[in-house]
């Protein structure tokens, strides 16, 4: 059984609730005050919700396994449930640092002063949080189906270019599909459990706790896989990403592709512990999509011209990596998996701040336009380079041990092809950043270079959004054993419900 810590255990109030309170509140106090309030408003509630963040961290046990801080409430036959574990708990700070880093980034944009844009990061932000720390299925979808609100009203409200209306009607296409057929799979799920004679329930712990009771596993994993295969996105399902990207803002689409690892974390919350048969029967199955999608979106990325394109196609690749790390079943590959999502999302971000600073000041994103931006934008450069490293995997940076750990852990399920593959695809991911940064920030452009704006850039609060990244990750990069500690019991824990051959524990100095 899963050890479950009550809140009130620990501290004095439900500290999560809150966390996921916290923006929607201030988002209704941004949508009912005066445009001019609503930026300062929007940072003070990012700023405490900072604080809270760190503070979850500093009471979360780390030594401990299983559910802590949690929250339960059954109201009208419905089940509320949050918790924390090895396995969410470095999202949620994460969340929170890009939420307001995305506000902070909006003080030098046109947006400053508009509610509507203030309000969906402030919603996004809360929904995020909610949907990590859900430990109801049905709740956990509910949270995934409202992200739709702040990504379209964003999209229609502030994004580029002209096809706006295309790209909402790929994003519901893809999404909306995702969505009913991660939905059905939760109802048979909980159905499964009433055919066993159990009560109808979609409480995480109950359908874990009672998973080799449940018929029609097969039919609940592809459900469910397809369903977050949509989200993560995985290949051949990531179709409405690079347009997402290139028509949405730097700053909705950083916490944005942060959100993609939603869809990661869903595959080990949600599959691995509730249809583990499945996923080792269908684990050669997906471990080929991850290959196809790590040389496809690299090659992709290569392609590009629009910096935007380029990282939504970086994104797919890496996506692949992450996804036969989840399909290792094993510890080493299980931890590098998640270690390595919060780095990814972390180093993407900075690069979409840095290419909307670009934006800001040129008014494009198109490589052949740009170059020679270093001089005058030494901060924005610096930005880009070290969160393109960190994509890379390169020493001192969080993704270099999690890569290690994943790449062990594939080696040893998989065998040394797949792990080669997987290398070869982040050397191919090394080609097209080094080389975009250096078309980016060195070589000078082959084409006319467009007038930089007359508009007068904070340089004070770019250098924020650059320290506050660039600290980061140099700092959990240098010092990677506290992460991997939150996430080590966790993945243990995990690791026992696999079968026995794939069950392997860490035992390695910093995994005891």
């Given amino acids: 059984m899963t050890d479950i810590v009550y809140w009130h255990a620990t501290i004095f109030f439900p500290l999560l609730t809150v966390l996921t309170l916290v923006p929607l509140l201030t988002m209704g106090l941004v949508l009912f005050n005066k445009p001019s309030y609503s930026l300062n408003l929007g940072l003070s509630g990012a700023l405490l919700n900072l604080a809270l963040s760190i503070y979850l961290l500093r009471v979360f046990d780390s030594q401990a396994p299983g559910i802590h801080l949690a929250e339960s409430v059954d109201f009208l036959g419905l089940g509320y449930r949050v918790g924390v574990d090895g396995t969410n708990i470095l999202f949620v700070p994460l969340t929170a640092v890009l939420g307001l880093l995305a506000l902070v980034y909006t003080t030098i944009t046109r947006h400053r002063n508009d509610r509507l844009f203030v309000a969906c990061l402030l ?108 989200r993560m996105p995985l290949f051949p399902f990531h179709a409405w990403l690079p347009l997402l990207a290139e028509h949405g803002t730097a700053a909705s689409a950083a916490i944005f592709l942060h959100g993609l690892k ?46 935007r394109r380029l990282l939504a196609f970086a994104v797919i690749s890496h996506t692949g990596m992450l996804v036969i790390g989840v399909f290792s079943f094993n510890d080493f590959a299980l931890e590098g998996s998640i270690l390595l999502s919060v780095a990814y999302g972390l180093a993407t971000a900075g690069m979409l701040f840095s290419i909307g600073l670009i934006y800001e000041r040129t008014r494009t994103s198109y490589l052949p336009r740009l170059g020679g931006l270093f001089e005058n934008n030494s901060a924005i450069g610096l930005l880009f380079l070290i969160s393109a490293l960190s994509t890379m995997v390169m020493p001192g940076t969080p993704g270099f041990d999690a890569a290690h750990l994943l790449i062990e852990g594939a080696i040893e399920e998989h065998g040394w092809l797949i792990a080669i593959a997987i290398l070869i695809g982040n050397v191919m991911a090394a080609g097209f950043l080094l080389w975009a940064f250096q078309r980016l920030f060195i070589a000078y452009p082959r084409r006319k270079v467009q007038p930089y704006s007359s508009i007068h850039h904070p340089v004070f609060q770019e250098r924020i959004i650059a320290l506050a990244i660039c600290g980061l990750l140099m700092a959990t990069g240098f010092y990677t054993t506290p992460w991997l500690k939150f996430i080590d019991q966790e993945a243990s824990e995990i690791g026992e419900h696999y079968p026995e051959h794939h069950s392997h524990h860490a035992n390695e100095p910093g995994h005891d």
């Fill in 123 to 230: 919603a996004y932000q809360g929904i995020l949080i909610g949907a990590f720390v859900a430990l109801n299925a049905m709740q956990f979808w509910f949270w995934c189906l409202l992200e739709l609100l702040p990504v379209v009203s964003l999209t229609v409200s502030a994004g580029t270019g002209e096809r706006r209306n295309q790209v909402i009607k790929t994003v519901l296409q893809y999404w909306l599909s995702g969505l009913g057929m991660s939905l059905a799979g939760f109802l048979l799920l909980s159905m499964g459990l009433m055919q066993s004679g159990l009560d109808f329930s979609f409480d995480w712990l109950t359908l874990k706790h009672h998973n080799l009771a449940i018929p029609h596993e097969t039919l609940i994993f592809i459900l469910l896989f397809f369903g977050f295969a949509v």
């Fill in 262 to 307: 939603l869809g990661v974390y869903a595959l080990i919350r949600f599959i691995l512990p509730l249809v583990p048969g499945a996923a080792e029967h269908w684990a050669s199955f997906v471990v080929s999509l991850g290959l196809l999608g790590i040389f496809y979106g690299a090659l992709l990325a290569l392609m590009q011209i629009n910096m």
